[in-house]
């Protein structure tokens, strides 16, 4: 009797294993920075007068790999710069966002992620500059042609967006 056990146990693993769909790599979409949306700072007041610390997107990296039916996964890691700009801040949080654009620029898909964290402490019990990478995986939406764009960036309230806007201008403006 457990010969039959053993023998059912591993026909039901081999056949699991069997019918694993395959991956196999496939073309990425184009993936932007929204320039509006790079940076992001942290303030107590809604001025940002005192500002705790500021974040930047960096860098990204993607791979894509496509299945049997020709949905294309995406794996994008995105590195965040996390820098403190006061001694006694110690935490860090913010949110990102990931749009999928079709190729007439409409939304397929619009997510919102959170990334929370410590700083790392350097001599003198100071907060240092903090590299985060946070790692997507998920499927595209199928569409006819699949041509996509991948836009990221920092979610932001109106304050914060005239705040960071004041300071583009403040360093762009030639007078």
Do not use: W
């Amino acid at each position: 009797m457990k010969k039959y056990i053993y023998l059912l146990t591993f026909c039901y693993f081999l056949m699991s294993c069997a019918s694993e769909e395959k991956l196999t790599e496939a073309f990425c979409p184009e993936i932007f920075i929204s320039k509006e949306h790079k940076e992001y700072y942290s303030s107590a007041d809604q001025n940002y007068d005192d500002v705790n610390f500021s974040t930047s997107i960096n860098n990204f990296n993607s791979k894509c790999k496509s299945n049997n039916e020709g949905s294309i996964l995406s794996i994008l890691d995105i590195l965040f710069v996390v820098k403190p700009l006061k001694q006694d801040v110690r935490e860090y949080s913010f949110y990102y966002f990931v749009s999928i654009l079709d190729d007439n620029d409409n939304v397929l898909d619009y997510q919102i992620f959170e990334k929370n964290g410590r700083f790392m402490i350097g001599d003198g019990q100071i907060p240092q500059e903090t590299e985060v990478v946070d790692s997507l995986d998920q499927f595209l939406p199928t569409s006819e042609n699949n041509f996509y764009k991948i836009g990221i960036g920092f979610v932001l309230n109106e304050n914060l967006y005239n705040y960071i806007k004041s300071m583009f201008k403040f360093f762009t403006d030639p007078k």
